[in-house]
């Protein structure tokens, strides 16, 4: 399945409202769209539902991955009552480097953030495979589509105008093993 930016931007939105920033509601003058209150916010708590009720198939596989590689589960939060998009996680390749890997609970998609090293590529193939055994039907996102800058929609941790594809789909998690 070839997935294309369209397709990828429909998801966004369907979780994310157009030009609503998330900010506190007694900062809202009135009469102005207040995120929590749109349909699209209803959308996501109840993709982060799901993820919850299913959080044992993820917690499986990463305990077959971690048996592998030295592995921290990033979806803790999401676990104890966040409303994050994703189920997130990083393995260790080096002391001091790390890839992470996601899997959407908004739609049938994964990624692997990859950190540009040579020991990467056989753990990404390992990775790729578990989740989509796991997770029949999910496709990766490539990077020239993830990468894509989403410019009208705001959510935790990015501001508006700054939040990629990726980001949205993954959460701001994808951006924790970016070189610093």
């Known amino acids: 399945m070839k997935t294309n ?3 990828l931007l429909d ?3 369907r979780f994310y409202p157009r030009g609503v ?3 506190m509601r007694i900062y ?6 207040v995120y929590e209150d749109t349909e699209e916010h209803r959308r996501l ?6 993820g919850r009720a299913e959080y044992p198939t993820w917690k499986a596989m990463i305990r077959r991955v971690g048996d592998r590689y030295g592995l921290q589960n990033e979806s803790l939060n999401l676990f104890a009552g966040g409303i994050d998009p994703a189920y997130s996680a990083r393995i260790w390749l080096t ?3 790390a890839l992470s890997f996601h899997v959407s609970l908004l739609a049938p998609y994964y990624g692997i953030h990859l950190p540009g090293i040579p020991e ?9 495979g578990e989740i989509e055994a796991t997770y ?6 490539p990077p020239e589509l993830g990468n894509e800058v989403v410019p009208d929609v705001d959510m935790d941790g990015v501001s508006m105008g700054e939040a990629t594809i990726y980001v949205c789909l993954f959460s701001v998690v994808w951006t924790w093993v970016d070189p610093v």
């Open 136 to 141: 029949p039907g999910y496709h990766p996102i």
């Open 5 to 7: 930016r369209s397709e």
């Open 28 to 33: 809202v003058p009135p009469g102005e769209p």
């Open 120 to 128: 990467e590529g056989p753990v990404a193939r390992e990775i790729a």
């Open 45 to 50: 708590v109840d993709a982060a539902n799901r």
């Open 21 to 23: 920033h998330k900010i």
């Open 95 to 97: 002391d001091e480097t």
């Open 11 to 13: 998801v966004v939105y």
